[in-house]
């Protein structure tokens, strides 16, 4: 049998997320000692001291946000005050206003939430969001001037305007007046506005500092509304438009804006605006019980109902942007301010049908990419440390999406573009940890057109001409700032646990973290030499899978799920797991399950070094399309892995040992660090490889 010819199989292309792993540091000592003090669980103290909270005083105003005695905004922000006096002067005088907004969920709310309040109020005001396909992202000359012949005496930009210097310019000119309401970094020229209203002008300690676009127009329509005393009935339609809206633009859930969430996600459920009902319903959000969130249809008689910011991230959200991104905004403008039940249900059906529309484009696309990239940048990506993908015939609107999955998968910031025509390139950006967005493009501005952003996301243009030039450009910078141990996804794990550890009590006791979303993500927590009893493919390219965990002679089970993760199916059998927990209702039964983020080969399959076989065990795999091959094999009575390249180049390696030796013959080789991204990554396909082979012999 061990004589036969390597099966079929030994060819191996299946691979493994390639992700760094960081596992919090388990402070116990400390844990237990907040814990006692806050009367919580020590696992939910640790989960904390992750995040930086390590007083009583601190836990008690994270979880307890709305005892913070929050500064008047009007202190903080220098030119709120000057805002509000505009607003008022034109309310009163009756002068058009007009806001200039953006297409994406931030933008968008952002503009709903200023039609809503300010027509309540008592103003003239209307909008307009410069089209995604045909002019980009931010206020034009063509808005201003076009604003300016229908009479427009004051314009308000929200989600944009920062870097908008030569549109709002001539704004000026003409005699209109300008507040920019935005959050994007600040640029080196600021423009020439009547007022500008950005939170990253403002003390970084500020509560107020993280607020996305829709944060900056919920405090100047509050404000504004306090000015002239009409708040009543306008607070919470505006926080729920600001809910929506801040956690769609993964706005970070800190300070301000997780105590204003927390409070709009209770209200969102009983919402009284037709568009949020709407959109609910269409998209099948259910609310949850307060105490237990998590569990479609959980609690339906529970007077206390609030969604989770994965109903809106995930379901609301998404519906929203689509149309920003492939439609027309007006459809969500529309749903936002009606008060006609019938239009909002017409509105959010059009939302649903284009997000499916979006959802097979970004498939499509995302597999253009990914056969792009395999064929053209894979072997060089170690050294270029960035990736810029460039192709015709890509739908602008979505090609920001599949830059993120770009990233999720190869670990490098991405910039990736379509050709608008043969002479212009339009694209978005996403990066990583370790990696400003905005300073790249500020690194390239004078190879760029318009281009703007923050320090994980943006957008650009250049001359068709420049694209080399700009992919030689930030090639330069990503190797300013990025060592090759920065190459891969980075996990963050919070703390481990064992199968019998996961119940619905520990699931209720992460509450006290909610909401979750960015800078306090859902916990993560991984459980080592777990064995995959059963699995498969469900859906688009979902693993479904039930897993085991032996403690003490016992087994313990429990489902999974891993959202698009085909690419990895099948799993091995046994792995390390690194999961978020969910709630789940089926027929009246709730149970836990586990949702893979992370998984990577345990480190008991070192045992394979240790095999019992006589003779040595070998594979052929392929790694980076290029095919090697591999074997364990003994060296003075020590095991020893040997992988060899198509050139005839041997890395060899033994367990537990972080130096290597590589070279054409062992006399002639060089010692080498394999726990360096090129090496690690081509061993661990090895150990695959070869742990496939043990388990079929």
């Known amino acids: 049998m061990l004589n036969r010819p390597l099966p079929e199989r030994s060819q191996i292309r299946r691979r493994l997320p390639n992700q760094r792993w960081q596992i919090y540091p388990q402070k116990t000592d400390l844990a237990e000692k907040l814990a006692v003090s806050i009367n919580l669980s020590p696992i939910i103290s640790q989960l904390l001291i992750n995040r930086g909270i390590e007083t009583p005083a601190q836990a008690q105003a994270f979880l307890e946000p709305e005892s913070i005695v929050l500064p008047p905004p009007l202190e903080e922000f220098p030119d ?14 009756q002068s058009k206003i007009a806001i200039c907004g953006d297409y994406d969920a931030d933008g968008m709310t952002s503009t709903a939430l200023l039609l809503r309040s300010l027509r309540a109020l008592g103003a003239q005001v209307d909008y307009a969001i410069p089209s995604r396909m045909h002019e980009g992202y931010g206020i034009n000359k063509r808005i201003v001037e076009e604003f300016h012949s229908e009479g427009v005496k004051l314009i308000l930009t929200v989600d944009n305007g920062i870097s908008a210097y030569e549109p709002i310019a001539r704004a000026r000119e003409l005699g209109v007046k300008v507040i920019v309401t935005d959050h994007h970094d600040i640029p080196q020229q600021l423009p020439p506005a009547d007022a500008i209203l950005n939170p990253k002008l403002i003390a970084e300690s500020s509560p107020y500092r993280g607020v996305a676009g ?14 002239l005393g009409e708040t009543k009935g306008l607070i919470q339609p505006m926080l729920e438009l600001f809910t929506l809206g801040t956690i769609a633009d993964l706005a970070p859930l800190t300070g301000v804006n997780r105590r204003w969430v927390k409070r709009g996600l209770k209200h969102l459920p009983k919402s009284k605006l037709p568009g949020v009902q709407a959109l609910i ?24 109902k ?44 059009q939302c649903e049908q284009t997000n499916t529309s979006r959802q097979q484009m970004c498939e499509e696309i995302e597999q253009e990419a990914i056969a792009y990239v395999e064929s053209e940048f894979i072997a060089s990506l170690p050294q270029d440390r960035v990736l810029v993908v460039i192709q015709s015939e890509w739908h602008h609107g979505v090609i920001g999406i599949v830059a993120s999955r770009l990233v999720e998968r190869y670990g490098v910031p ?15 950006a996403r990066g990583i940890p370790e990696f400003h967005v905005f300073e790249a493009l500020e690194y390239c501005r004078d190879l760029l057109g318009k281009f703007g952003g923050h320090k994980a996301a943006g957008g650009f243009s250049l001359p068709a001409e420049n694209l080399e030039l700009v992919r030689s450009r930030l090639i330069d910078f990503a190797n300013q700032c990025l060592e090759p141990q920065h190459l891969k996804p980075l996990l963050k794990i919070d703390a481990q646990a064992n199968f019998n550890q996961i119940n619905h009590q520990l699931f209720q006791q992460l509450n006290a973290l909610h909401p979750c979303g960015i800078d306090n993500p859902d916990p993560v927590f991984w459980t080592p030499n777990v064995q995959v009893i059963e699995q498969q493919t469900i859906g688009k390219g979902h693993i479904k899978a ?64 240790y095999t019992s076989l006589p003779n040595p065990l070998r594979a052929t795999f392929q790694h980076n399309q290029r095919q090697y091959t591999c074997g364990i094999y003994q060296n003075n009575s020590f095991p020893e892995l040997r992988i060899k390249n198509p050139e ?50």
């Open 648 to 697: 005839g180049k041997i890395l060899v390696m033994q367990p537990e040992r972080t130096i290597g030796l590589l070279g054409i013959s062992r006399e002639a080789a060089i010692e080498v660090d394999v726990t360096q991204p090129q090496y690690d990554s081509i061993i661990q396909a090895a150990l695959q490889a070869l742990s496939y082979i043990n388990a079929e012999l």
């Open 546 to 609: 039930t897993l085991a965990q032996t403690i003490d002679n016992k087994q313990y089970t429990i489902k999974a799920i891993a959202w698009r993760w085909r690419d990895y199916y099948p799993l091995p059998q046994r792995v390390d797991i690194a999961y978020k927990l969910r709630e789940n209702t089926f027929n009246g039964n709730t149970t836990i399950e586990l949702e893979l983020v992370g998984v990577r080969l345990t480190k008991a399959s070192s045992q394979i070094f």
């Open 414 to 428: 991405v910039f990736i573009g379509t050709y608008e025509d043969e002479t212009h390139i339009r694209g978005s």
């Open 281 to 304: 319903q269409i998209a099948g959000v259910q609310a949850k019980e307060a105490g237990r969130q998590g569990g479609r249809g959980a609690g339906e008689k529970n007077s206390s």
């Open 80 to 93: 709120l005050a000057m805002s509000v006096e505009l607003l008022h002067e034109a309310i009163a005088s």
């Open 214 to 227: 829709v944060g900056v127009a919920y405090i100047l329509a509050v404000c504004l509304a306090q000015q």
């Open 306 to 349: 609030s969604l989770k910011p994965e109903d809106i991230g995930f379901r609301l959200g998404p519906r929203i942007n689509a149309v920003g991104r492939i439609g027309d905004p007006q459809t969500v403008i529309d749903l936002l301010t009606t008060d006609d039940m019938g239009v909002a249900l017409t509105r959010a059906m």
